[in-house]
């Protein structure tokens, strides 16, 4: 049963990003975007994390991706972003992906003995990530609330548009 | 239980469709969007070791990076909207204010 689930979401999550490789209109991409983190929001549920889940399906797929929205609506292209000419950057891109993956799984085929571990089958609950959060990850995470308050203040600074005279 | 390799060449396919998106994309907005593939293709990694290893300390790293995200595509998304406003363009080709 969770093979099944894990199979469908993964297809449905690649599925989206290359929907959104082929796609052209931008408002459909960053709507197939929000499929695709909500798909992975169900993939994190599987790997024992439900905290991460929940906080992934709201701020990503929820937050931000209605963000990302606004600004699409916010600059209205008239017409869409016309087809590339230049095909050769296409091929490119397509060989330095096949060397990519072969890099990445040669660099981790150490550690593949490490996630065959059969380790952590409890749900890792909300308590414990909090607790560990609110203990030894204190100072990052205040650290954080001024990281977010600067990026906004950053934001609205740089939208703001200037008073005349 | 489903072994931990399995969300680990996930997590690998959707960071190099990611950086295919982002080469081949020609609007500074879709290739925002392929940035934001390549945190969640992290995240799913580090998610997918913290099983393995069974520990904790990779849910809370996962839990910056969705905050960090979100602060990056504030302002990233601030300055593409200023880009906008000056050049009537988000095509990347466009950008060639430091070309020489």
Known sequence: ?165 | MIPGSYFFILSVILFVLGVIAFFVKRDLLTQFLSIEVMLNAGNLAFLAFARALNSLHGQVIVFFIITVAAAEAAVGLAIILLIFRQKKTIKSEDMNLMKG
């Open chain 1, 1 to 165: 049963m969770s093979y099944f689930l894990f199979f469908l979401l993964a297809v449905v999550c690649v599925g989206a990003v290359l929907g959104m490789i082929f796609s052209r209109n931008q408002a459909y991409n960053a709507l197939l975007l929000v499929l695709a983190f909500a798909a992975l929001g169900g993939i994190f549920g599987l790997l024992s994390a439900p905290f991460i889940a929940v906080v992934q399906i709201i701020i990503y797929a929820g937050a931000i991706m209605v963000l990302f929205i606004f600004v699409i609506m916010m600059i209205n292209l008239r017409v869409g972003i016309p087809a590339e000419k230049k095909k050769w950057t296409i091929y490119l891109s397509v060989i330095l992906a096949v060397f990519l993956i072969v890099e990445v799984i040669i660099a981790a085929k150490g550690s593949f003995q490490a996630l065959a571990a059969p380790g952590g089958e409890e749900i890792a609950s909300p308590k414990a990530l909090g607790n560990l959060l609110f203990t030894e990850y204190l100072y990052p995470f205040e650290i954080t609330s001024v990281l977010i308050i600067a990026a906004l203040v950053g934001a609205i600074i740089l939208v703001k548009k200037k008073e005349k005279g």
